[in-house]
């Protein structure tokens, strides 16, 4: 049942409007729906009792009267969200443990589908896990879900009963042993998504019957088809997953064949392994992260065709920018204010300088191990630059055929700090605002100093590319300082002088750009201060850039790393004051002013008197003159020196 004209949005199931068919001699089930036009937005649910509440339910969202609820449920709806849609079927509207069926579509970051019957003492369940990805944060997805009279609830995707079947939970052990006024019979709509990354989902045409005669049986062996996504649904792509996503789908569906042989060839039960057990932990971190869509470009700003229309627009507004930047000058000039917004717009073009591309090369001694450079093969001169010995060397380390197979990925940016004590203060939320204006999407950490960058599409990351970085200059050029040095050196005068260093790296040949500005942390928090800033570098990463398992240790950070005091460049090795600042002026001058000249004949006027303390009037001379009184006043209790004293000293 597809909705019409302009939905009415509830914001839980207890305020939405239920109807019923019971009045409808033409229908052929009874059943009860939510109102055409109407749709429930669900936010996340707290942890408590599965985070179900009486806001879940709705009296009259359930089996309609005089059915017969030992026969079991059926019930379809629309969902609309990234994860976690989770529907529960209880014999009360409020949610009972050990009595209460939940289904939750998309759960773990829309890896799986999880039904799920907890026990009364809430620590125990009867479960079943399907590894699937059928949520979408784009398109309305139909699902329906049947409970049978032998206790057997299966789920699926579609609006058909028994097709695209994701998976099904046997419970026929309590089917038996429970009572009949605990057959299920009502409907609760949750969203069970957790974290800060948690979204309101929205569900509509919600449609609750009993079992009839011509509701097919369903299997209870879960899709045989591999990992069930939304596009089995659809017939193809339905463009809700990523393409990088879809390759890694694609390997699963090939190790569950490997393992569904397996347990043929053995005779032992088989069971879906999980999504990630055979990814990398970076990949298998970001598919479980499920992380929201970025914008998407959908066109390339670097083609010739738009590089024309975007010079054109430039000639275009360039006679117009003049005319408003005369007016602004004159006005200026007429202006006889304090010159505030002068200096605020100097302030803002000297924090629009671009950084120096030979600072690229700084720290190069510190972070060269931590830093990954792209295979050979995707130099910019390609695989000429490489050696047979080369070659042979990687043949015996083992890393030919990885080498060899790699390929860029054009929507990742791989990104690389220079400053290794700032770059640790640095978390997700400051890179992800550092792209802000180009609509990434997920940050994929691969150590202490590199992450990719992910877009939608290689479009936007080009963009993000082209206004954030700047190619360096291969071969890596020759700081100014050694060029002037070796242009006045007379021996080197009548020589050529030489403008590249061959003791660098050569970065720009490696694809690597030099950032514009560097890279800002936006807030305090426990990992450093606000303020703090890293120059970084970028390029297009590769399928190499991944991290292979979870990492257990981490380097030591440089001695200057601190999350107390903002850091920048320089700050690897500047450990910085550690103590309480001193107020200027804290300790008394002792009546002389600091930038007193000295006397003609050279001598300071406070030399004359005696030192002093802290507080005035309390001399050195007063200090003494106390002490000798304390001594006369002890005279008579001096003890006399030995005659073995004398002889020891």
Not at 435 to 447: K, N
Request: with cysteine; net charge negative; aromatic share 6%.
């Amino acid at each position: 049942m597809a909705s019409s004209g302009r939905e009415v949005e509830h914001r839980s199931a207890s305020a939405c409007q239920v109807l019923d068919n019971l009045e409808d001699s033409g229908a052929a089930v009874p059943a009860v729906y939510l109102a055409e036009g109407t749709s429930i937005r669900v936010a996340p649910m707290e942890r408590s009792l599965g985070g179900w509440d009486d806001e879940h339910f709705h009296p009259l969202l359930k089996l309609p009267p005089g059915t017969n609820v030992s026969n079991g449920m059926v019930v379809t709806l629309e969902a609309m969200g990234r994860e976690c849609v989770a529907v529960a079927l209880s014999p009360t509207p409020y949610f009972q443990l050990g009595k209460t069926y939940v289904v939750h579509f998309g759960a773990s970051g829309n890896l799986s589908t999880v039904l799920r019957r907890r026990l009364p003492n809430g620590h125990e369940a009867i479960d079943a896990s399907f590894p699937c990805r059928v949520c979408s944060d784009s398109r309305w997805i139909p699902y329906w879900i049947y409970l049978d009279n032998l206790g057997n609830l299966s789920v699926g995707l579609g609006r058909t009963i028994g097709e695209q079947c994701i998976g099904t939970l046997d419970d026929s052990l309590y089917q038996q042993l429970r009572s009949g006024v605990d057959a299920a019979r009502h409907v609760g709509i949750g969203n069970s998504a957790l974290g800060r990354n948690a979204r309101d989902l929205r569900v509509r045409n919600i449609h609750i019957s009993s079992p009839s005669s011509h509701t097919p049986e369903v299997s209870v062996v879960p899709n045989e088809t591999g990992f069930m996504t939304i596009d089995n649904l659809f017939g193809g792509d339905s463009g809700n997953s990523r393409k990088d996503d879809v390759v890694l789908l694609k390997e699963y569906e090939a190790e569950c064949a490997k393992a569904r042989a397996r347990a043929v060839k053995f005779g032992i039960p088989y069971k879906d392994p999980p999504p990630d057990a055979f990814f990398k932990w970076s990949e298998a971190r970001r598919l479980r992260a499920n992380p929201e869509r970025g914008f998407i470009t959908g066109i390339d700003l670097a083609s010739e065709q738009e590089e024309a229309k975007r010079m054109a627009r430039a000639a275009r507004f360039a006679s117009d920018n003049n005319n408003t930047n005369n007016k602004r000058k004159a006005s200026d000039d007429d202006d006889n204010g304090d010159g505030m917004e002068d200096d605020e717009v100097k302030e803002e073009e000297l924090q629009e300088e671009d950084l120096p591309v030979v600072q690229a090369w700084d720290n190069e001694e510190l972070v060269r191990l931590l830093r990954t450079d792209p295979p050979q093969k995707l130099w910019a001169d390609g695989a000429t630059t490489i050696t047979d010995k080369q070659e042979d060397d990687s043949k015996m380390d083992g890393f030919d055929d990885a080498e060899t197979s790699a390929v860029l990925i054009p929507e990742k940016i791989h990104l690389f700090g220079i400053d290794w004590a700032a770059f640790k203060q640095i978390r997700t939320e400051d890179v992800m605002a550092y792209f802000s204006a180009y609509g990434p999407s997920y940050v994929e950490w691969l150590g202490e100093l590199s992450c990719n960058i992910l877009f939608e599409d290689k479009y936007s990351a080009a963009r993000a590319m082209k206004a954030l970085s700047e190619e360096l200059p291969s071969p890596p050029p020759v700081e100014e300082s050694m060029t002037d040095l070796d242009a006045t050196n007379p021996v080197e005068a009548s020589e050529e002088v030489e403008t590249t260093d061959t003791t660098k790296p050569d970065l720009g040949n490696m694809g690597w750009r030099m950032c514009h500005h560097a890279l800002r942390k936006v807030a305090h928090d426990r990992y450093g201060r606000r303020g703090t800033t890293c120059r970084v570098l970028f390029r297009i990463a590769t399928s190499l850039d991944v991290l292979e398992d979870r990492p257990t240790s981490w380097p030591a950070p440089p001695p200057g790393f601190t999350t107390k005091r903002v850091l920048g460049p320089g700050s690897d090795f500047d450990t910085g004051p550690r103590g309480k600042k001193r107020h200027k002026g804290h300790r008394d001058s002792g009546g002389f002013d600091e930038d007193m000249s000295m006397v003609p004949d050279g001598e300071h006027p406070a030399l004359s008197t005696g030192l002093k303390a802290s507080r005035a009037g309390f001399s050195m001379e007063e200090l003494e003159a106390e002490r000798a009184a304390k001594r006369a006043t002890t005279a008579d209790e001096v003890i006399p020196v030995t005659e073995n004293t004398e002889a020891s000293q």
